[in-house]
């Protein structure tokens, strides 16, 4: 389940999905971009969304200003699987 939030930009997290806009695709879905870096640059936060590399969005925010993201769940830890101590032969009969 996801979870689309308002908080203020000193809030907003690596890994949040920010609105980009429609740009050249109309799909709705595909306007939410992952946001992969958070500078802070006088006074400002620069949010940054897309991919290392290519064009990225960047977003300039007051850190005070509302923004809306998309949140995922923190995923829950794995469970440690209990090893087996069967002792049983491998196919061996006497």
Known sequence: MTNKITL????????DHIYSGTGANAHPTFA???ITQIKHVDGLIL???GRFGNANDEFWFEP?????V???PAPEPEKPVA????????GHST
Do not use: M, P, Q
């Open 8 to 15: 203020t930009a000193a809030e907003v997290l690596v890994g």
């Open 47 to 49: 949010i940054v969304a």
């Open 32 to 34: 939410w971009e992952t």
């Open 64 to 68: 005070d200003e509302s923004v809306t």
């Open 83 to 90: 090893k087996s101590h069967n002792k049983h032969g491998h």
């Open 70 to 72: 998309i949140r995922y």
